[in-house]
């Protein structure tokens, strides 16, 4: 794919609002546009995640989850790229749920219904996802929310990958190849000091990642 001049909505959490950056301009997204040539338009918004809760959360901004936020963004985009999963493993209450649900009160669930609800809103555009990147706290040993809903984060991340395959969506497996995993202490301090949120130089990695997967799609 050419991306000089696409234009592009980037859906996401905290790491897309660029929580842990020295500013926002250092985003992954931000990096694309001033690189790449794409048009970024970026709609993360800390503590959200993919999958609908039952019970309020104590930010209110936390339970506008994705589904709920798709015809906010811009409806002319040539790419959707979306980036989440990491705060419905930790923390909500959510199951984790199985492949034949349609509900948006599981992670299953309202993968399937994101995946439709993209898929109808944006009928010709490339839609992309990014899984989660590795974190300190990812396995159900550690991660209460992890134990309850009953999946580990690698859970999460073969869960996005399932769902995209059935729609034949491209998936970009940051947990896999990014090569930020905090468990190792020079990488965190590198890339990931507080041990969830990429830095500046953790950006820079997703930017270029990311730019390189969708020049190859």
Request: proline share 5%.
């Given at each position: 794919?050419?991306?000089?001049?696409?234009?592009?909505?980037?859906?996401?959490?905290?790491?897309?609002?660029?929580?842990?950056?020295?500013?926002?301009?250092?985003?992954?997204?931000?990096?694309?546009?001033?690189?790449?040539?794409?048009?970024?338009?970026?709609?993360?918004?800390?503590?959200?995640?993919?999958?609908?809760?039952?019970?309020?959360s104590a930010e209110s901004k936390w339970d506008r989850d994705f589904i709920a936020r798709v015809d906010e963004m811009d409806p002319d985009?040539?790419?959707?790229?979306?980036?989440?999963?990491?705060?419905?493993?930790?923390?909500?209450?959510?199951?984790?749920?199985?492949?034949?649900?349609?509900?948006?009160?599981?992670?299953?669930?309202?993968?399937?219904?994101?995946?439709?609800?993209?898929?109808?809103?944006?009928?010709?555009?490339?839609?992309?996802?990014?899984?989660?990147?590795h974190r300190l706290s990812e396995d159900v040993t550690t991660n209460e929310i992890g134990l309850l809903l009953g999946a580990d984060l690698?859970?999460?991340?073969?869960?996005?990958?399932?769902?995209?395959?059935?729609?034949?969506?491209?998936?970009?497996?940051?947990?896999?190849?990014?090569?930020?995993?905090?468990?190792?202490?020079?990488?965190?301090?590198?890339?990931?000091?507080?041990?969830?949120?990429?830095?500046?130089?953790?950006?820079?990695?997703?930017?270029?990642?990311?730019?390189?997967?969708?020049?190859?799609?």
């Open positions: 794919m050419e991306l000089k001049g696409k234009k592009i909505n980037f859906l996401g959490d905290s790491i897309t609002e660029a929580h842990g950056t020295s500013n926002v301009t250092h985003s992954f997204w931000n990096v694309m546009a001033r690189e790449s040539g794409v048009i970024s338009r970026g709609y993360g918004i800390g503590g959200t995640r993919i999958a609908r809760q039952k019970n309020a985009a040539d790419v959707v790229v979306v980036f989440g999963g990491t705060n419905d493993f930790g923390h909500g209450d959510a199951p984790f749920g199985r492949m034949s649900d349609r509900t948006e009160y599981t992670f299953y669930g309202a993968m399937h219904l994101l995946c439709q609800k993209l898929i109808a809103r944006y009928p010709a555009a490339r839609i992309v996802f990014m899984t989660p990147l690698a859970g999460y991340c073969d869960a996005i990958k399932e769902v995209c395959r059935y729609y034949s969506l491209p998936v970009l497996d940051l947990f896999a190849v990014s090569g930020i995993q905090p468990k190792v202490p020079v990488i965190q301090e590198m890339y990931m000091p507080d041990g969830l949120h990429p830095n500046d130089l953790g950006h820079r990695r997703i930017a270029d990642l990311l730019t390189a997967f969708l020049k190859g799609i």
